[in-house]
C-alpha cells in the first residue's frame, strides 16, 4: 500500500494564473476552495438539476479553470489554434484515442454475442452441468462469463427471460436466482476491459490493459465469491414470485427481436434466416468462451511478453496481437465468422448488429472524454497539484483515497462511470512522479471502480432496471441488491488493499 508522501515535502507553488475568479485567496487554499466548489457544483448539477453527466462534467471544468486562474486561451485556445492546444482539446482528445475504440470494438463483440444467443447456450449447459439445484451457481457463472463483453444492462435484459423460466419451473425466489446472475454481471462490468469504467481508468493513470485485466480477476473473483455468498443467504429470507408482466414482455420482446433480424435482410441461399439460426442451431459453448476469452489472452500475453521473452521478433508478433486494439477487432472478426457468417447471417445482418449496437455507446464516450477535460483541467490549474500535496499532508495510502473518493461520488450522484473518470483526475497527481509500478497503479484503478458500486440506491438507474425488472419491491431491492454491491465493493477494495502491500 502507498504511504503518504513524508510531510518535509513543500507543498506546490502557486500557479502563475492571476485571472482567478478566488485570486484574492492566495495560493493552496484558494486552490483547494475551487475543487472543493467545483465538485459541490459537479453534484449539484447532477443530482438536483438532472443536467446530463456530459454537460455538467464540462460546465464544471470551465468554471474550475476559471476559478484557478486559467485564461479563456488557455482553456478553449485561440480562433487560429495554431499557437496553443486548449485544455479542453487536449484533455477530450488524449482520453478519448485511448478509449473510443476499445469501447466501440467492445461493445460490437458484446452485440454479435447476444443476438447469436450464446447467453442461452452458456445458460443452458451450466443449468444442465450443475443441475437445478444448483441453479444459482449456474445463473452465477452465467453472469461472470457473459459479463465481460456486454455492458450490465444489456446482460440483465438478455438473461431475464432465463431466471424467469428457472424460478417458475423451480418455485423459487428470484432473488435466489437473479442476485449470483447480478454479482456477475456488475463485478465484470466494475472491474474488467472492456467495460468503459475500467479502460477509461487506465487510460487516465497510464496503466497497460493487461495489468488492468489481472488485477480485475485478482480483485473480482474473491468479490464476487462474496457477493455470491450474500446471495444465498438473502435469497432463501425473501421470497419474491416470477414477475408475469415482465415475464411476457420478454417473450414478446425475443419475438420481435427475431422477426427483426429475420428481417434485416435475406441469408444466403440453402442457409436459414439469422434470428432462426440462433434458435434452430445453439452456438457450441466452446465457440462462445473462445470468443469471449481470445482477446483477453492476448491482452495478458502482450504484457507479460516483456518480461518471459528478450527483444526478438515473437516477442513483437505477441506484443502486436496483444495490443487492445488488435486483440478486440481479432475478437470482433471472431465473432463475425463463428456466430455468424459460418451459422447463415448475412453481411446486412451483421452490418445492422453493429451499427445498432454503437447507439447507447456514445453518452458513454462523451461523458469519459468529459472526465478528461476535468482532470486536464485539474492538472494545468494547479489544482491538482494542490490536491496531491493535502492528500499526502493527511496520510492516507492513496489506494484507500481513491476507494473512498469514489464511494462518496458514487452515493452522491449514482452513476458508477462518473464516479470514475471524476475520482482518476483527483487521484491522478498522487500517483505521477512517484514511480508506482504498473500492478500497483492497476490496484489503484480497482480501488477507484470498487467505490463506484458502492450501496446502488435510487439514484442510480441500475437500481430501478434490478427493482423492476425482476419485480423486486423497492424495500427489498435495498436489502438485497443495495447490499449485494455494497459487498462486492468493499471486498474487491479490500483484496485490492492486501495485494497492493505486496505489489
Known sequence: MVLAAPSVLAPPPPPPHTGGLLALVPGTPGLLTVAALGVALLLFLIVKVRLQPFVALLAVSVAVGLGAGLSVTELFGTVQKSDATSLIESGMGGILGHVAVIIGLGTMLGAILEVSGGAEVLSGRLMGLFGERRAPLAMGLTGLLFGIPVFFDVGVFVLAPIVYAVAKRS??????????????????????????GPVAAAGLLGVELGWVVLMGVVCGVPAVLAAWGYAAWIGRRVFVPVPQDMAEAAEEARAAVVAEQRAAGPAPAGKPAPGAAAREEPVALGTVLAVIGTPLLLILGATFSSVALKPSTPRSVVEFLGHPFVALTIGLLMAYYLLGIRRGWSRRSLETVSTASLKPVGNIILVVGAGGVFGAVLKGSGVADALSATFQDVGLPVVLLAW?????????QGSATVAIVTTAGIVLPLVEGHGLSQPHLALVIMAISAGSIFASHVNDGGFWIVAKYFGISERDTLKSWTVLESVLSVTGFAVAALVSLAV
Open 404 to 412: 473512498l473518493v469514489s464511494v462518496v461520488l458514487r452515493v452522491a
Open 171 to 196: 418455485g423459487k425466489s428470484v432473488l435466489l436466482l437473479c442476485m449470483p446472475l447480478l454479482a456477475g454481471l456488475s463485478m465484470t462490468h466494475a472491474f474488467l476491459p472492456p467495460h468503459p
